[in-house]
Structures are given as structure tokens and as C-alpha cells.
């Protein structure tokens, strides 16, 4: 709307000049103003201006479009880091809402990972356990830990009762900071384990990029099938 401004600030101009300059004044800014009005008003003009109206739809369109393609993008690309990173089967990062247990026929005995890991301490934990073991956490890649952990059943869960707790009872270096034993976390609900008192088994550790996991093997320990 340029010419319209141009329009506004001519008449305005056409009031001071006219009680500067009189006839001429207003004869000289009636000229101007009536030659800027034909050009606005003019066919030529008329067709830039929808070209441009035009053309600026176009690229708003196409700008909330590309943005659109780019959110759904990064989501995918996040997702599958996600999985990757962590190395682990999809099925564990499933939203609650679509997430089914498995049958209790259907888990793995031999190596069951340990939930809960992060409602405890079990990283800070665990991290000083390795290095106190000579190893390095977190070198920029996957790398797995081998560690002894504890199974401690828990019968006063309220909320499980035939929950099995995981623990670290590895010894706290003098004027450490961290201790290096406590709750890692729990065997999955549905574990068909018989186990009366604490009993030390392997565990592998999974960490890297920030994350980690944590398995237990549970091949020689007695079910309640057996």
C-alpha cells in the first residue's frame, strides 16, 4: 500500500503548502496528487500487486508445509535414534497405553532385565561400581559391563508381594561419596522364580550415549516349575 501512505502524505502537504505558496502551491500538489492516483489506480499496478499478494500466499503455504515435513521427520529420525542408542527391542519403549505384558510363559529365563532402574540410584550406583572395577563408563559408544548383583526377595511389597528386589552389595571405598550399594531395582512381575533367601548372580550392564541396562542371568537358579 505504498502509494496510498504517498496519497495521505501529499494531502497533508497540499494543506501546508497551500497556505505557503496559494495558487501555485495547490496547483503544483493537486498535479502530483492526481498523477499518483492514476498510477495506483492504473491496470498495470492493479496486476503487480495481485501477483504479489499471490505470491506471498504461496510461500506461507509452502513454508507451513516444509515445517510439517520437518517435525514428522525429526520425530522418525528421534525414534529410531532412540532404539539405536539405547540397543535394546523396540517393545520396551512402548507407551504405556500400548504397552501389553508378556505372558508369563513367554519370558526369557536365562537373561531378564531389571526394571525400575530409574526410580533408584541404580547410575550413579553402578558407574562407580565399574570404575572401581577397572572399567570405563560411558566412551562415547555401546559397552557392556560384567558385575556381580544380588536377589533379594521383598514379601512385604505391598504392591507384589512374590517381588524379587535387585541389589548391589559391593563395598564403598573409604571417604567416597557415593555409596556403591543399594536398590538397582526389580525382576520383571511374572518371573517364575523360586528363591528363598539373597542370592549373588551375573549381571550385564549396557550402557552408552547416557544410557543403560541392566540384565541378570537366572539360568542357574531354580524355578517353580522345577
Known sequence: ???????????????????????WGIL????????????????EQKE????????????????IIDESINNIDDSTIKHEEK?????????????????VPPKKETLNKQQVKV????????KQILRNVVKDEGGIWNTGGYTEHNIFL????DPKNKVDPDAIAVYSRYETPERARISRSGRIGYLPKGISLKLDEETIVKAKIKEGYGNFGVTV??????????
Open 28 to 43: 503544483l500538489m493537486f498535479i502530483l496528487g492526481v498523477f499518483f492516483l492514476i498510477r495506483y489506480l492504473s491496470p
Open 115 to 122: 526394571v525400575g532402574t530409574t526410580y533408584t540410584n541404580a
Open 217 to 226: 542371568d537366572l539360568s542357574k537358579l531354580p524355578s517353580n516349575n522345577d
Open 83 to 99: 532404539i539405536k542408542i539405547l540397543g535394546f527391542d523396540e517393545s520396551d519403549h512402548l507407551e504405556p497405553s500400548s504397552y
Open 48 to 63: 503487480k500487486r495481485k501477483l504479489k499478494k499471490e505470491n506471498n500466499e504461496k510461500e506461507s503455504s509452502q513454508k
Open 150 to 153: 544380588s536377589l533379594v526377595p
Open 1 to 23: 500500500m505504498p502509494f496510498i501512505y504517498l496519497l495521505i502524505l501529499l494531502i497533508i502537504l497540499f494543506f501546508v503548502i497551500s497556505f505557503i505558496f496559494s495558487f
